[in-house]
């Protein structure tokens, strides 16, 4: 098991950036396949990008492609979502989510393929 936090959420016009962060504590990070989520208040919860272990594979939901980038530093056992070009449509709770894998190419992309998660960081786009 590892314990997430997520940061670096906030406010931002729409066309502005943010940097997602997702601090793992555990000794066992650099093996855990992660994956960004959002939830919009009324909505279901959504897929939005996903990283294996290694880094060599990643996965990102069609409404995200171009605009934002998944990345991750297991020296500093941490993960990242780049969010460019944000449009009032990507405000939600964001979550990160680990799952333990021996798979270096796996990239989850369904919420059900974890069983760790954040608490979430909210994100709020302005038009």
């Known amino acids: 098991q590892v314990r997430l936090v997520e940061s670096g959420g906030g406010l931002v016009q729409a066309g502005g950036s943010l940097r997602l962060s997702c601090a793992a504590s555990?000794?066992?990070?650099?093996?855990?396949?992660m994956g960004w989520f959002r939830q919009a208040p009324g909505k279901e919860r959504e897929f939005v990008a996903a990283i294996s272990w290694s880094g060599v594979s990643t996965a990102y939901a069609n409404f995200v492609k171009g605009r934002f980038t998944i990345s991750r530093d297991n020296a500093k056992n941490t993960v990242f979502l780049q969010m460019n070009s944000l449009r009032s449509e990507d405000t939600a709770v964001y979550s990160c989510?680990?799952?333990?894998?021996?798979?270096?190419?796996?990239?989850?992309?369904?919420?059900?393929?974890?069983?760790?998660w954040g608490q979430g960081t909210q994100v709020t786009v302005s038009s």
């Open positions: 555990g000794r066992t990070f650099s093996n855990y396949a």
């Open positions: 989510a680990g799952r333990l894998s021996n798979n270096p190419s796996l990239a989850i992309t369904t919420p059900s393929g974890y069983d760790n």
